[in-house]
């Protein structure tokens, strides 16, 4: 298994400015993914975190508004940057540690973000 | 494309009662099917998984048996606690891809 601790646990910001979400791993994984749960809402992928090279985004994020940094195999970071209030989410943290095994995906305990 | 249909809640139940939730799939192949919980206030946790055709998965006596025929993966409960208040999502890995797609998810409310 996998422990993942996640950085801050909640905030809230203003509009306009940025937040970095720190995510931590207790052990080296293959695979770091970005995840945002918006309220009473299903989980939606952001970004797979590729170490050493830049994340793979899908259909609706972009990097410019979520930049993503992995540089080593325990560790990234998400930041959501120009924030309104429409990014209130929960953005939780998600790692793989050995590909194929499905099973073997855990997630953060999630940020919870207020954008006022 | 592959997508997961759950029943939508609140799931409103009495302490000792029977909980089903509903969780129906669409995929390539025959990929293996996972229940997640999330309790209040923290992450997803995995609860169950079935890897094949007719497997029941099975954990804290909560259990799930893998339909091929009738795609889906009913998540079942014979005497649900308090403790089972929480969001369960089903979900399914995306052919060919790294994706876990999940389903909208179903919150669960148990009062004693």
Redesign the interface.
């Known amino acids: 298994s996998a422990v ?1 601790s996640q950085k801050p646990s909640r905030d809230i910001c203003q509009r306009g400015t940025s937040l970095t979400i720190q995510c931590q791993v207790d052990s080296q994984v293959t ?1 770091m ?1 970005w995840y945002r749960q918006q309220p009473g ?3 939606t ?1 952001i970004a ?1 975190a590729n170490q050493g090279s830049e994340a793979t985004y ?1 259909s609706g994020f972009v990097i410019d508004k979520f930049p993503i940094s992995r540089p080593n195999l325990t560790f990234s970071t998400l930041t959501v940057s120009n924030m309104s209030p429409e990014d209130s989410s929960i953005y ?1 943290c ?1 790692v ?1 540690t050995r ?1 194929p095994v ?2 073997e ?6 940020t919870r973000l207020t954008v006022l | 494309g592959d997508s997961v249909t759950q029943m939508e809640g609140p799931v409103t139940l009495s302490e000792e009662a029977f909980l089903t939730i509903n969780c129906t799939y669409t995929a390539t192949g025959y ?2 099917l ?1 229940w ?1 919980v999330q309790y209040p206030g ?5 609860l169950l ?1 079935a ?1 094949k055709a007719d497997d029941k998965g099975s954990n804290k006596g909560f259990e799930a048996t893998y339909r091929k025929e009738t795609t889906s993966f009913h998540l079942e409960k014979g005497s649900v606690q308090v403790s089972d208040s929480a969001v369960y ?1 089903c979900a399914l ?1 995306s052919y060919n891809t ?3 797609i ?4 179903t919150r669960l409310q148990v009062f004693p």
Request: glycine share 12%; net charge negative.
């Open positions: 993942i695979m993914f809402q299903s989980l992928l797979t899908e939780l998600s793989r590909p499905w099973d995906q855990f997630f953060g305990p999630g | 990929p293996s996972f997640y923290e992450g997803l946790q995995l998984k890897t999502f890995p790294d994706k876990l999940f389903g909208t998810g």
